[in-house]
Structure formats: structure tokens, C-alpha cells
């Protein structure tokens, strides 16, 4: 029998009317039936609003809250509302553009609770479906194969927010670095979600499951990664001086929230640091002993060029990178 959980959804909302009827209509049809909708508004100057307030209206007996968003990108707005998420409660966050199928939910929770008990918390993820704009399916997401762990996340962001789950014991970790989180500015919430949990000496489950339709559309913040054209550009990231920047934000929110960590990874933390500070082929070199990989022996291979040039020393923060 799934165990009953609490959750607070997470649904940062900008300029999102033509899609974000679809996905509150999937949220309602949510087997699970524990859930609370927090939407949190960047500014929208279109009907987005409108149409939550309608579907709130048209369920009375959810607990359905309605903000202003900090107005400063979609990562900060989702982490201004991890402070919102009640003790006990699990959080999922939620984009406005997806379609979750009935099951997204009960899965995860179902996936969770027969992992057994963690301690330092949990978090889920699976793949998504990847569709157009019209939700034709077009394929499923990448599977990744190489184990989830922190030594992979604080190199590589492959726990997609838009299929996360965190119970309420991960949710409470969260809770405690965000701040941390916000002032380093870090370039993505679920990147992050995976280096404090994974750090902190939670369990990371991902799950090969498909329960989200991931819309594809010219508004996308961030879109497929499946593709070879994609999967081109992200390594040629690695080494484009963004990167660089990108470790940096991590680092500083990871070191804010250090307490947290497990002596080990603490340690690990610290010695990634001291490699980023070296020299080319030093840090290459630092890199490989620590033992950090992404998910591709490309991709870590693109890692290590990268390092040997020099481009993780310094970068800009424009971009991100999955």
C-alpha cells in the first residue's frame, strides 16, 4: 500500500497562459490526492494569472496559494518558495508548460517508500517524455546509467526539476541551504537540489519511469537534451568559460550550507575547490583523483580538456548546463 505523503507543489508561473491550463488540469487528476498548489508569479502581463485564479476557484477544496515572485529568473523564483514548504510536507516542483500524467505522484512516493528509510532525505526523479508543442510524443529522455552520487553532481546537472520529488526529510535539508543557495545566485534549483542531498548523504533515485510530457516550444527556459545537435552543444559548454562560472555559484552555496554535508563529502567539497583554483593541467589532474564524472565517458572526458585549458578558472553566468 503507497504511504500517504503530504506535498507541496511548486509551480513557478511567467507569461504562461497559452500552457499552464493543461498542466493544472493534470494536477488535478493526480491519483495521489495529498497535495497543496503553491504558484508563485514572476510578473506575468498576460492571462496566467487569470487562469490560475480560475482553477483555483473551480476546486475550493484545495489549498491553492497565489504570490509575487521575486522577479529575478525562474531559479530564484522556485527558490523562494522552498521557504513555504510546511514541516512534514514533501515538495515536488512544477513547470507551468509540462502535462503530469495521473500517476507522476503516486509513482515517486511509491518509489520512495520502498527504497526505506533514509535519514537525510530523498530525492526522485524520472525521465521525461519529450513531446512538441501540440504534445505529440516525440521520444523518452536520455537514460542516464552511470550511478547518481555527489562527486557526479557537483560536475553535471541530470535530475530534472521538472520530474522531482523530494520527501520531507530532503525538503527540510532544502529548506536550510536555500538561503545559501539564493545569495550564490546558482544557475539552476534542481542542480543544485542534487549537490546538497547527494552531499548531505541522501539517497538519489533515478527512476526510468516516464511521467511527465515535456513540452517543446520557442519559450522553453530550457529545452531537449536528446538530440545530437544538443548534446554537441553542452559539451562544447565545458569548455566555454560559462562553466566555470557555474562551479563557482555551486560552490559558494554549497559552502554556505557545509554543516550540512557529510565529513566526507565536506572534504570532497574542499578538494574540488582547491582543483578549481589550479592551474590547467593541474586541475585536471586534481579532477580525475577526486574521482568527479558526468554521465558520458565524453562528457568527462570534455570535462578534463576542459580543466587542462584553463576554462573552469573563471566564467559568466548567463547560461546553464544538463
Known sequence: ??????????????????FIGAQLDSLAGQIHRDW??????????????????????????????????????????FLSMIDLVEPGEALAFCDQDDVWLPH??????????????????????????????????????PLFTRPPGFRNALVQACTPANTMLVDPE??????????GAAEADVISHDWWAYQLISGAGGRVIRDPAQTVLYRQHRGNVMGRNDTARAILARLGQLGAGDFGGWLRQNLAALKAARDLLTPENAQVLEEFAAALGSPGPLAAARLARLGVYRQTRAGTAALMLAAAAGRLRSGTRDGRDR
Open 1 to 18: 500500500m503507497t504511504r500517504m505523503m503530504p506535498i507541496a507543489i511548486l509551480l513557478a508561473s511567467y507569461d504562461g497562459e497559452r
Open 36 to 77: 497543496r498548489l503553491i504558484v508563485s508569479d514572476d510578473g506575468s502581463s498576460d492571462d496566467t494569472l487569470g487562469v490560475v485564479r480560475r482553477f483555483a476557484a473551480a476546486h475550493p477544496s484545495r489549498r491553492i496559494e497565489i504570490r509575487q515572485g521575486p522577479r529575478a529568473g525562474a531559479t530564484q523564483n
Open 104 to 141: 507522476r505522484l503516486s509513482h515517486g512516493v511509491a518509489a520512495m517508500t520502498a527504497s526505506g528509510p533514509s535519514g537525510r532525505g530523498v530525492l526522485h526523479v524520472t525521465r521525461t517524455t519529450i513531446c512538441d508543442e501540440a504534445l505529440k510524443v516525440l521520444r523518452p529522455a
Open 170 to 179: 530532503g525538503a527540510a535539508l532544502l529548506k536550510a541551504g536555500r538561503k
